[in-house]
């Protein structure tokens, strides 16, 4: 298998965003990011890590004796050998989940993985970065998430649905910045352009509102 990885925590909790929210799930939190989003709320993963093989992060996900895995950041994909990682996930016979923040292609992530793409909208500050060519990339397996905290977000968000047909090639989800965006006027947006997407809140916020990082 080989390979080296920065880990920043591997831990397991229920899934709190996605298709799969309020699922056991099983999280390795990788060391770093290409980007530098203006509501990031994982900061601590930019730098904060341990150097760890392929082969021990497997052995510490099989402890936690869950079938689900996700692989995060920070950007998991800035680091060669995640993609290895992932690949090992399956093989093994995991529920493999990636998400990845649309500025690093995903052509060369095994097929059998499930990539969560969350393009980033114009408050984040880092919008210019997403790959649109990620698009051709979608399976029907795939997620798109847009986290969304103004009108200015959602207008880009449902122009990028429209544009690129999302919802034809996938699960696509809108989500609110926990904090600065009522899901309630998010949905209303929503209803009012009658798009064809999910409202997605961050679970995870709702159960443990004052926990920084993963248990």
């Known amino acids: 298998m080989g390979g080296k990885l920065v880990v920043n925590e591997i831990f397991r909790s229920l899934q709190g965003e996605g298709t799969r929210a309020g699922a ?4 390795v939190r990788l060391t770093g990011c290409n980007l530098r989003c203006n509501w990031c709320d994982t900061q601590y993963a930019w730098e904060d890590g341990q150097e760890m093989s392929v082969e021990e992060v497997l052995a510490e996900v099989k402890k936690l004796s869950v079938g689900r895995v996700e692989v995060t950041g920070g950007e998991p994909l800035v680091q060669p050998a995640a993609t290895d990682l992932l690949k090992c996930l399956c093989d093994l016979g995991y529920e493999t989940l990636l998400e990845t923040n649309g500025s690093v292609l995903i052509s060369a992530v095994d097929p059998r993985v499930v990539r969560i793409v969350d393009f980033k909208c114009p408050s984040s500050g880092q919008s210019d970065a997403n790959r649109w060519e990620n698009v ?9 998430k847009f986290v969304v905290a103004n009108r200015t977000d959602f207008d880009y968000a449902a122009g990028h649905v429209r544009r690129d047909d999302l919802t034809r090639k996938c699960v696509v989800l809108l989500s609110p910045v926990h904090g600065r965006l009522g899901p309630d006027t998010l949905a209303e947006w929503i209803l009012e352009a009658g798009l064809d997407v999910r409202l997605a809140v961050q679970l995870h916020k709702m159960l443990w509102p004052e926990r ?3 248990a």
Do not use: A, I, N
């Open 136 to 144: 051709h990339c979608l399976t029907p397996r795939d997620e798109v």
């Open 24 to 27: 056991l799930c099983s999280f």
């Open 212 to 214: 920084q990082r993963g």
